[in-house]
């Protein structure tokens, strides 16, 4: 059960692989980065319409029968996303060396204690 678990989500590493490859290669002009994004953007549209049908249409209603055994297609929505999050995980290894990403990211974390402290009442500077 595991080895095929394991199996779906190579199989969906690939897959988010090749659509990366083909976006690459019909946006020549534009940056890799832009393709990782537009498979990020492809990953979220399917992931909402797939949780959608899982939890409005097929079932089980997850409020109504919380924790019961997955079904077959919840497995593979979950290997699925598995396999995105593996890309994802490349792609931020590719593209996280960028100074401004890590400018973002310095930025946003630096933003968000700001915040913190301010939401707190407390403002300090070290």
């Known amino acids: 059960m595991a080895l095929a678990?394991?199996?779906?989500?190579?199989?969906?590493?690939?897959?988010?692989?090749s659509l990366y490859i083909s976006f690459c290669?019909?946006?020549?002009?534009?940056?890799?980065?832009w393709s990782c994004r537009?498979?990020?953007?492809?990953?979220g549209v399917l992931s909402i319409g797939l949780s959608a049908?899982?939890?409005?249409?097929?079932?089980?209603?997850?409020?109504?029968?919380?924790?019961?055994?997955?079904?077959?297609?919840?497995?593979?929505?979950l290997c699925l996303t598995l396999g995105y999050f593996i890309f994802d995980l490349g792609c931020i290894w590719s593209f996280a060396w960028k100074k401004s990403i890590?400018?973002?990211h310095?930025?946003?974390?630096?933003?968000?204690?700001?915040?913190?402290?301010?939401?707190?009442g407390r403002f300090k500077t070290h």
């Open 106 to 120: 310095a930025w946003r974390s630096r933003r968000s204690e700001e915040q913190q402290l301010k939401h707190n």
């Open 25 to 33: 290669r019909l946006n020549k002009h534009r940056s890799y980065e």
């Open 38 to 43: 537009l498979v990020t953007f492809t990953h």
């Open 53 to 77: 049908y899982v939890g409005f249409i097929d079932g089980p209603w997850p409020f109504t029968y919380p924790g019961s055994p997955n079904t077959p297609l919840q497995v593979h929505i």
């Open 5 to 17: 678990l394991c199996l779906q989500a190579l199989c969906s590493l690939g897959g988010w692989l």
């Open 102 to 104: 890590k400018k973002y």
